[in-house]
């Protein structure tokens, strides 16, 4: 019971903090931009908080502050670099980042351990998770209805259009990029924490794959989309795993494929809902017919 326990807080830790991740990834996707970059941001944030926390003995809120901010600062730096590229070109360019960010980590020995790593001297406890994880949500909530959130959907949706209409494009882009790097950055830190230890490998290709598909699975047009699919694509697995070992692999890549191929606006699609509710309102009989049918049946 108490290993079952165990796995089971440990399999909603990573959730959670996959949700974070998920949860940077979609704010870029959310002004309409493609970018893998989540992964470098989470990397900054990563090691900065554990160089910290090791050599000047900062706890883990300040050292989680200073994640934050390392993460937004290569964000900035990195959007106001590449959000002039065209789509695909832009996703290209943040998974060299990725491998940029790895070959830094691994020849700045003396901040990050070099190829050998650092081991994380504080540990993350369950309910910090859950209180970073909340505070982010609350504020894309907010952010969601904000000018802000209503210029990125405009954005994402036609950015010819928007520039006509006023909006900022490229600062909308960039202040998203920002968002998604503060997000990453706080995620890395708290992936750290989980797991006690990072190298250069920890923050690599395969955590941005399953970020994007985090993203994909839960929906790209609701924030709340992204935290379902960390739970079902990153939380499931590491608790499923004891039973099925390996062939979890597969089975994520047969869910995606179905995602992808039969709700392809992912679990969680406004649209969707939006469609059935006119749907159901369409089919459903007038007030007024369903009580001359009632009268004339009695």
């Known amino acids: 019971m108490g290993q079952q326990l165990t796995l089971l807080t440990s399999a909603t830790g990573f959730a959670l903090v996959g949700a974070l991740l998920a949860l940077s990834t979609y704010v870029t996707l959310w002004a309409g931009l493609l970018s893998f970059a989540t992964v470098s941001f989470a990397a900054v944030g990563a090691f900065t908080a554990t160089h910290l926390m090791a050599a000047e003995g900062l706890g883990l809120w300040p050292a989680l502050a200073a994640g934050g901010v390392g993460g937004g600062v290569l964000a900035a730096v990195a959007g106001l670099l590449l959000i002039r590229l065209a789509d695909h070109w832009l996703a290209l360019a943040t998974v060299a980042l990725i491998l940029v960010t790895r070959v830094i980590v ?58 006509t209409m006023g909006v900022p494009v490229r600062r909308i882009q960039v202040a998203a990029f920002v968002i998604s790097g503060v997000l990453g950055g706080l995620g890395g830190v708290l992936q750290a924490g989980l797991l006690r230890y990072i190298d250069p490998d920890t923050f690599y290709i ?15 047009y609701h924030w709340f989309g992204s935290v379902i699919g960390a739970v079902v694509f990153t939380g499931l697995p590491v608790y499923v795993n004891q039973f099925i070992g390996q062939g979890q692999s597969i089975i994520n890549g047969i869910l995606l494929l179905v995602i992808m191929i039969w709700v392809p606006g992912g679990l969680i699609d406004p649209l969707r809902w939006r469609r059935l509710r006119e749907r159901r309102r369409a089919t459903a009989p007038a007030p007024e017919k369903s009580r001359e049918v009632a009268e004339a049946r009695s």
């Open 106 to 163: 691994v020849n700045a020995g003396d901040l990050t351990g070099g190829s050998m790593g650092e081991v994380v001297p504080v540990e993350v406890h369950l309910w910090q998770c859950v209180l970073v994880l909340g505070l982010a949500c609350l504020f894309l909530a907010r952010l969601a209805r904000s000018r802000f959130g209503t210029a990125a959907v405009a954005t994402r949706e036609d950015p010819t259009a928007a520039k």
């Open 206 to 220: 395969d955590l941005a794959v399953t970020v994007i598909a985090c993203v994909v699975l839960g929906g790209a």
